[in-house]
Each structure stands twice: as structure tokens, then as C-alpha cells.
């Protein structure tokens, strides 16, 4: 019998060669309690049912590999515990709910929102049982109709990361839910892929989106202290279209609007899509996001937000609800992530130039991931004086004429003008960002490309917001 072996030369009609053993990428894949990623992930609030999918009668829940029970107490707060009760473990599912908690159907124990033993109604009355021990539970936040928990040491809670696109003024926000059968990351990293938006949703089966997304972006990852932004580019005609991508550890992401033509100028765009990637367990994941609607921002009115709910939303391909035969003719993102495998093998994976967003998130994934598991905190993102957590998510479009040459250069120094007034207005509130960042865009409008003068370095110029 030939030995299996690897080879690094390509052999024809070699399939016997290839590895078979897809080996997992464990540190970042595992995401239940005591595992290093889980026990990172359990720094930060994640989003795991919309409000609409909560009645009057408990819930059973999966997240982050732990199984819990969601309900609303006759008070109407929510509480999230453990699914098996402290006493003798049966399902808090069969719970009855009560004014200020939940009460076990077994032995009618009676626990609050925060986990206190309110009650052991068959024990003696002077039992020390119910100030011995709690039920487990989490902290939950409900928002736009989007339920959040903290699941990590009750000690280092952070404030909920609510972010200016979630309070942007004249915006309607409509939340979805989508499950997939594969594990986090491989959702998550679609995200920070912008080059598979040329292939996968238009070149490879015709423009599932607006066929300005054909040409591939001319693309610029920027690290900050809690993830990454990106500039993500293409010329449409005389316009240079920048679309601004937030990507923060480990699992939020914002793009620009879903529906775009490049049509008009426009300033400060803001995000299309508000999105997070929850971890059920190892193999199941949770999308849920908000969708935005404003008359900037969905300048098509293509947007619905009637189509966006639980199991569905407004754009093209992010869930399995169109027939089979369907989606092998024109595939989306969903098809795409879950067909990776329940738990893709970076061993296994060959990675190339459009891949190195890929690679520096899970480099910095990683490295957060040790060092957490070193004793250091991961820096999160959290509202600072009041104000929201500041985002670049949107798009921008400026009128730049083409000089008829190659222009990626001048392409990339308007999205690096753009990057840094962004970041530069980050400290304003968000009308005084927003006129800032007009002011300061405005002339670039004006550039006349054949005047570049190479020499001199700098396309543009701008002064710093004081
Ligand atoms: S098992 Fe819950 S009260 Fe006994
Ligand atoms: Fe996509």
C-alpha cells in the first residue's frame, strides 16, 4: 500500500496525496466555559434572541455552549438562568414564572433574576440551604428588540457597548435572527473578507446585490485598540467610492448600505448593517444584526423592513430558506460560511493575498486570546462621557475624475484622507462629526488627478480637527 504522504509539489489526479485529517484551530474554535476563546468571549455582551421570540412562557436557550432559560418575570424584567434548577437540576423550561423570578416545577423553589433563592418551600423554615448557594445567572439587556447577556465574572462587567449607529437620529432599526450550523469564526470572518464580494455576489452567478461591486476593491486594514476598520474602494465612473468597514474583537461588525448605485456625492454615510456573530456552541452560531433604514443611507429604497425578523432578512443569501437548487445556482453568504464545514481547518487552508484581512484577525485574535489567558484584560469597547461608542461603518463618495491612468494610488490617498478624518472626529458628537467630516471632504471633490504632482507625496492635504 503507497504511503500518504504530503507533498509539496502538485500532483495530478493526486487526491490520495492530500491531507484527510482536517485538524481544528482549537484555541479560537472552542467556545464553551473553561476553554481559552470561551473564557475570552465571556468578556464582552452578546446578542442571542430578538424580544419577538420571547412569550409568556420560558425559553430554552444555547450560548457559548451553556444551556439556559430565558424569561420575562411578571414585573416584566428578564432573567436568564441556568437550565437546571440548583436543587435537584430539573428544567427551569417547566418553570413557572413569577413576579420576580422563576420558580422550579419540581420542588417549588423560587428563584430571582439575579440567581437568589428566594424560596424552598418544602424546607424547614430556619434551612440556611437558600443563603448557601445561588442559581446560575446572567445579566441581561434588552434594546431595540434585541435581547443581550454578559456571561463572564460578574466583577468585570462592562458597560453595554451601545454605538452611535444605534442611536443615529431619523433611523429605523429592524433587528434579524439567522442560525447557521458551523462554528463562529467562519461567519464572523466573512466580514472582514470584502474581496469575496466580487466573486461570490457578483462575477461567480451575476449581481445578487448592484453590479458596481464587480471590480475588486482596492483594500486598507487599519488596527485599533478594539478590532479593525478598513477602507474598501472602487471607482464608479468619476465618483471614488470608500466603503468603511468596522471589524471589533471578537465578533461585531458594521458595513456600508446593502443597496448602493454610486450615483451622488455623499459624506459620512453610515452603516447598512449592525451586526454580531454569537456562538451557540462549537458548531452552531447565531447572526443577529440590526438592519438600518434612512433616506442617506438606502438611497435606492430597496431596503424592507417587513423582511427582516427571525430565520430572515432583506438582502440576498444570508440564510437557507431559498430551495436547494437555487442556492448551487447563485450562492450567498450563508451557503458560503456553512459550507466550510462544522469547524473549518486552518491547517487545511491555503491562504493568498485577498486573505490577509483573514489573517490579521485571527493574529489578533489569538494574541488577545493568550493574552487573557496570561491575566490580561481585553480592552472593550464602552460608551466614554455619555456619548456612544464612535463607529466608522458607511460609505463615503466623492467625484473624482478619472485621469485615464492607473489610479489606485490616487485611490488609496483619498482613502487614507477619508480614514483619518474619521478617526480624527471621533470625539464629537455625532452632528458635529458629521459636519466636520463634510467640511473637510468637500475639496477633495475638486481634485483634479492630472494635477497630482508625485513628487510632492500627498494627494491631499488636511489639517487636524482641534
Ligand atoms: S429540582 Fe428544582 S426545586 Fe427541586
Ligand atoms: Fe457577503
Known amino acids: 500500500m503507497a504511503q500518504v504522504k504530503e507533498t509539496q ?3 495530478k489526479f ?16 472552542r467556545v464553551g466555559p473553561g476553554t481559552p476563546c470561551g ?25 457559548l455552549g451553556e444551556d439556559l432559560v430565558l424569561y420575562r418575570n411578571l414585573s416584566g424584567a428578564l432573567g436568564l438562568v441556568h437550565k437546571h434548577c440548583a436543587h435537584r437540576g430539573a428544567s427551569l423550561e417547566f418553570g413557572i414564572i413569577a413576579e420576580h423570578g422563576i420558580r422550579c416545577c419540581y420542588h417549588g423553589w423560587l428563584f430571582s433574576n439575579d440567581g437568589t433563592i428566594l424560596e424552598t418551600p418544602g424546607e424547614p423554615a430556619d434551612s440556611p440551604h437558600k443563603d448557601k448557594f445561588c442559581q446560575g445567572a446572567y445579566p441581561v439587556i434588552e434594546y431595540e428588540g434585541v435581547i443581550f447577556t454578559y456571561m463572564g465574572p460578574p466583577e468585570l462587567r462592562p458597560a ?75 471607482r464608479v465612473g468619476d465618483f471614488v467610492w470608500i466603503r468603511m468597514h468596522d471589524h471589533l474583537l471578537p465578533n461585531f461588525s458594521q458595513n456600508g448600505a446593502i443597496f448602493e448605485n454610486v450615483s451622488k456625492v ?43 425578523g427571525v430565520g430572515k432578512t432583506d438582502f440576498y443569501g444570508q440564510s437557507n430558506e431559498l430551495p436547494y437548487a437555487m442556492r448551487q445556482d447563485s450562492p450567498g453568504d450563508w451557503d458560503a460560511w456553512c459550507s466550510l464545514g462544522p469547524i473549518t481547518s486552518h ?94 471632504l468637500a475639496p477633495l471633490n475638486t481634485a483634479d488627478p492630472s494635477a497630482v504632482n508625485p513628487e510632492h507625496g500627498k494627494m491631499f492635504e488636511f489639517k487636524s480637527v482641534s
Open 160 to 234: 453595554f457597548p451601545l454605538m452611535d449607529a444605534m442611536v443615529m437620529p431619523d433611523n429605523r432599526m429592524t433587528p434579524y435572527l439567522i442560525h447557521s450550523p458551523c462554528n463562529w469564526q467562519q461567519v464572523s470572518e466573512n466580514s472582514i473578507d470584502p474581496f469575496h464580494v466580487a466573486f461570490l455576489h457578483t462575477r461567480v452567478s451575476g449581481p445578487q446585490f448592484s453590479e458596481v461591486f464587480e471590480s475588486l476593491p482596492i483594500v486598507e486594514y487599519h488596527e485599533t485598540p478594539h478590532g479593525f476598520f478598513y477602507t474598501n474602494a472602487r
Open 266 to 308: 455623499r459624506y459620512f454615510g453610515r452603516a447598512g448593517l449592525t451586526r454580531w456573530v454569537t456562538p451557540v456552541d462549537d458548531t452552531h452560531t447565531l447572526v443577529i444584526a440590526y438592519r438600518h433604514f434612512n433616506q442617506r443611507d438606502d438611497p435606492l429604497h430597496q431596503g424592507r423592513p417587513q423582511d427582516n
Open 39 to 63: 473564557e475570552y468571549m465571556r468578556r464582552f455582551w452578546h446578542p442571542f434572541r430578538l424580544s419577538s421570540q420571547l412569550d409568556q412562557r420560558p425559553l430554552v436557550v444555547r450560548i
Open 14 to 29: 493526486g487526491g490520495y496525496y492530500q491531507p484527510k485529517d482536517r485538524p481544528i484551530e482549537e484555541i479560537t474554535a
Open 347 to 440: 491547517a487545511s487552508e491555503h491562504l493568498a493575498t485577498t486573505d490577509r484581512g483573514v489573517a490579521m484577525l485571527r493574529r489578533k485574535l489569538k494574541m488577545e486570546i493568550e493574552n487573557l489567558a496570561k491575566g490580561i484584560e481585553p480592552q472593550r469597547p464602552e460608551p466614554l462621557d455619555g456619548q456612544p461608542v464612535p463607529t466608522t461603518g458607511g460609505d463615503t463618495i466623492l467625484r473624482i475624475p478619472h485621469n485615464g491612468g492607473d489610479d489606485r494610488e490616487l485611490i488609496l490617498e483619498a482613502c487614507r484622507a477619508v480614514a483619518a478624518v474619521y478617526v480624527e472626529t471621533q470625539h464629537l458628537p455625532d452632528a458635529q462629526r458629521r459636519a466636520a467630516i463634510t467640511q473637510r
Open 9 to 11: 509539489h502538485p500532483v
